[in-house]
């Protein structure tokens, strides 16, 4: 099987996205986006001659006029001059040598979103500027429209669909005709933009271990599917030996939820940064990648408060992707296709394009396009050692497996070992066992708490209010008065709110 895995990845890497084939596209009217692109090249080892400026104002917006004759006019002769790519009489992409634009901040991320002009009827009567719908959008996100780049003179509609979406064949190995893969790096300062570029490349070199936490909406039947690429998540990593922490209730991880060693995250659906991502202590593991589906998730890209993709970029993720505007469910990244890919040792910007249906749309690809965190297995900590064993040992679902892991839990007294085992059993009461063993091997209160908040959610799934009450109850007792106790009352508030404050009488 080993062996298997290693022909695969590396018949994988014959095909991967090089840094050869990669053109850096920055706004030379934004000093910091000049100072992250140089530094991107450099780190990347792309070639000077990939970097490719345009001039215009670094604003989070373009229009589409704008965009045609500052941006696409100008970046398709400079591809031409540089022979880097031929296209024909009408700006048809013919051929190309390279297989990735990277945007740098400073260059607009938004695309349109004008209203319907002002114009008379057939009888000559006014018709006012209007709110155009969604069939008629001429919003997107800048690189979701740039990935048309190839299609030359193209009329503007709603949506492409995406030709990639789901290819049995990676990119670079297939004609795709006008498409370009498109990824940014951009976020809510300059520092997360050179962080983000330094974590994935330093990552890339052992690649990225921890666990993974995943958040089901549960809200209701047009929910399901969202649901169900959450839950084909947790069910790949049982294969892959990842811990992974599934929550299945309609609330977010609560309030200093302990989030820890989080390499991977994806849920949904909140409109703001909620839950457990407000803890101001939190720090995400370098080089993770962490996403969270909801209409519009990098609205706005540039906050730490609001929305998603940047409060995720700014609690230290490398990775997120995002929406500028409503996609519909149907045209956002399956988040499933995109791990997967991902897992199977492809690039981020390969691995998000291959699980985005639509083109000219709303999606925002954040993070080095080119990384690639199952790139390699060398883990150089003790913690990744550990993470690596458990992936040497899966699926996690395996009973001879879990005998393996969990003699290895009793011999280190390892917490980290036991609650792997007990995540994988979250089906059977035998997991409380497991977590059990879990706290009482903990090392810190955080990972005491995590477990204790394992046992709770069993008991929350299995519909056992009662016990769910009681164990929040003991668990406050033994946490009481320290920040440990915060997400345990939160939890009760959620179960068990208290009753509304007596109406007060009006005075007469």
């Not at 070639?47 to 104002?57: F, L």
């Not at 009888?123 to 969604?134: E, S, T």
């Not at 003699?407 to 007294?413: G, H, I, S, V, Y």
Request: charged share 20%; aromatic share 10%; with cysteine.
């Amino acid at each position: 099987m080993k062996l298997l895995l290693i022909f695969l990845l590396s018949l994988l890497s014959l095909t991967a996205i090089t840094p050869e084939r990669a053109v850096i596209l920055y706004n030379k009217n934004s000093p910091e986006s000049v100072m992250i692109a140089e530094h991107y090249q450099v780190k990347r080892g792309i070639p000077k001659a990939n970097m490719i400026a345009i001039t215009c104002k670094p604003l989070a917006s373009i229009g589409q006029a704008d965009f045609q004759t500052k941006v696409i006019r100008p970046l398709s002769a400079e591809l031409s001059k540089r022979g880097l790519w031929t296209v024909d009489e009408t700006g048809m992409m013919r051929s190309k040598k390279f297989d990735v634009i990277v945007t740098i901040y400073g260059v607009p991320y938004k695309v349109g979103g004008t209203k319907i002009p002002a114009t008379v009827d057939a009888q000559g009567n006014p018709v006012k500027a209007r709110r155009r719908k969604y069939s008629e959008q001429d919003a997107a996100s800048f690189d979701s429209e740039l990935t048309l780049i190839g299609k030359g003179d193209y009329n503007k509609v709603a949506l492409v669909k995406n030709p990639f979406f789901k290819s049995p064949l990676p990119y670079t190995k297939s004609p795709f005709p006008g498409m370009v893969m498109v990824g940014r790096i951009d976020g809510p300062s300059v520092a997360t933009c050179i962080r983000m570029i330094n974590d994935a490349i330093e990552v890339e070199k052992t690649g990225l271990y921890g666990k993974c936490y995943l958040d089901q909406a549960k809200k209701g039947k047009g929910y399901v599917k969202g649901d169900n690429w959450i839950k084909d998540i947790y069910d790949r990593n049982l294969k892959l030996g990842i811990p992974s922490v599934m929550d299945q209730n309609k609330d977010v991880f609560v309030t200093n939820y302990p989030l820890l060693d989080t390499a991977f995250y994806f849920g949904w659906y909140k409109k703001n940064i909620a839950g457990g991502f407000k803890n101001p202590a939190l720090s995400l593991k370098k080089g993770s990648v962490a996403a969270h589906i909801h209409s519009f998730s990098a609205q706005n890209i540039r906050t730490v408060e609001n929305f998603w993709s940047g409060p995720l970029l700014a609690k230290g993720a490398a990775v997120t992707l995002g929406n500028i505007l409503e996609p519909g469910l149907r045209y956002t990244t399956h988040f499933d296709l995109f791990y997967e890919k991902l897992a199977g040792g492809s690039t981020v910007v390969e691995s998000a394009w291959y699980a985005t249906p639509g083109l000219s749309w709303h999606t925002l690809v954040l993070g080095d396009p080119l990384y690639r965190p199952f790139k390699n297995r060398k883990p150089s900590s003790k913690l990744d050692q550990d993470y690596e064993f458990l992936r040497a040992n899966a699926p996690l679902d395996n009973a001879e497996n879990r005998k393996i892991i969990g003699a290895k839990a009793q011999a280190d007294k390892s917490a980290l070992f036991h609650e792997a085992v007990g995540l994988s059993q979250m089906n059977s009461v035998d997991c409380l066992s497991s977590f059990n063993q879990a706290f009482d091997s903990a090392a810190s209160p955080d990972i005491m708490l995590a477990n204790a908040l394992h046992q709770i959610r069993y008991h929350r799934e299995q519909g056992d209010k009662e016990k769910v009450l009681a164990s929040i109850q003991t668990y406050r007792e033994l946490f009481q008065g320290t920040p440990q106790e915060l997400p345990l009352a939160a939890l009760k508030n959620i179960i068990d709110p208290p009753p509304p404050p007596p109406v007060q009488p009006t005075a007469k």
